[in-house]
T-cell receptor
Framework: NAGVTQTPKFRVLKTGQSMTLLCAQDMNHEYMYWYRQDPGMGLRLIHYSVGEGTTAKGEVPDGYNVSRLKKQNFLLGLESAAPSQTSVYFC?????????????FGPGTRLTVT | QQQVKQSPQSLIVQKGGISIINCAYENTAFDYFPWYQQFPGKGPALLIAIRPDVSEKKEGRFTISFNKSAKQFSLHIMDSQPGDSATYFCAASIKNYGQNFVFGPGTRLSVLP
C-alpha cells in the first residue's frame, strides 16, 4: 500500500515549456486534489476532482489544467510554464462522507521554472 | 472571510517544553479544524483534528484547544521532543466539502536538544 505517489520528484523547466505531473493513489479514494505550496502562504488548492471524469477549479487554477481519466490517477498539466509557477506541488486524496475531511498527501514535486 | 491566520511564524522550544501554535478564523461555517505536520522534503500528514462541538481533543502529547466564541483554536505539544521539529499547518474546512480546506501559512517549530 503505497498511499499517494507523485511523479516526478523534481523538474526544471524553461519559460514556455509544458509538462504533466502525475499523481496516483491506491486507497480507492473518490476525491483527489492538487495544491501548490509557496513560502509563507501555506497550501493553496489549484484543482480538485470528486470522482473519475470530473474536475473543478480551486483557489488558484489559472495556468493549469487537470484530468481524471482513471479513479486512481489525477494529472496536473502546465501548458506554458511561467516563473510564477515555481513551487512545490502536492497531490492529495480523500474518501467520501466524513472521510472527505481526512486528506492524504503525496511527497511533492519541486518545480523550478527559469 | 476564508482566511485562516496562524502564529507564530517560527517557534523555538527546549526539549521537554510546551509548544503552542495559535490559529484564528472568521468564517463561522467552518466545521472541521485539522492540524497537519510536515517534515522537510515530505508531504503534510494529518496530526490531529477537532470539530466545533468539543472544546478540547487530546492524542498523546498533542492537544487541540478550541474556542468557538473567539473563533480560535490552538495546538499544544507537551514534552516537546527534537523529533517534533517540523512545520505545522492549521486548516479549516466547511461541512462535507473537502475541497474547501483553507490552510494557515504554517509555523516552523524547532525543538532544541
Amino acid at each position: 500500500n503505497a498511499g499517494v505517489t507523485q511523479t516526478p520528484k523534481f523538474r526544471v523547466l524553461k519559460t514556455g515549456q509544458s509538462m504533466t505531473l502525475l499523481c496516483a493513489q491506491d486507497m480507492n479514494h473518490e476525491y483527489m486534489y492538487w495544491y501548490r505550496q509557496d513560502p509563507g502562504m501555506g497550501l493553496r488548492l489549484i484543482h480538485y476532482s470528486v470522482g473519475e471524469g470530473t474536475t473543478a477549479k480551486g483557489e488558484v487554477p489559472d495556468g493549469y489544467n487537470v484530468s481524471r481519466l482513471k479513479k486512481q490517477n489525477f494529472l496536473l498539466g502546465l501548458e506554458s510554464a511561467a516563473p510564477s509557477q515555481t513551487s512545490v506541488y502536492f497531490c492529495a486524496s480523500s474518501g467520501t462522507g466524513r472521510k472527505t475531511y481526512e486528506q492524504y498527501f503525496g511527497p511533492g514535486t519541486r518545480l523550478t521554472v527559469t | 472571510q476564508q482566511q485562516v491566520k496562524q502564529s507564530p511564524q517560527s517557534l523555538i522550544v527546549q526539549k521537554g517544553g510546551i509548544s503552542i501554535i495559535n490559529c484564528a478564523y472568521e468564517n463561522t461555517a467552518f466545521d472541521y479544524f485539522p492540524w497537519y505536520q510536515q517534515f522537510p522534503g515530505k508531504g503534510p500528514a494529518l496530526l490531529i483534528a477537532i470539530r466545533p462541538d468539543v472544546s478540547e481533543k487530546k492524542e498523546g502529547r498533542f492537544t487541540i484547544s478550541f474556542n468557538k466564541s473567539a473563533k480560535q483554536f490552538s495546538l499544544h505539544i507537551m514534552d516537546s521532543q527534537p523529533g517534533d521539529s517540523a512545520t505545522y499547518f492549521c486548516a479549516a474546512s466547511i461541512k462535507n466539502y473537502g475541497q474547501n480546506f483553507v490552510f494557515g501559512p504554517g509555523t516552523r517549530l524547532s525543538v532544541l536538544p
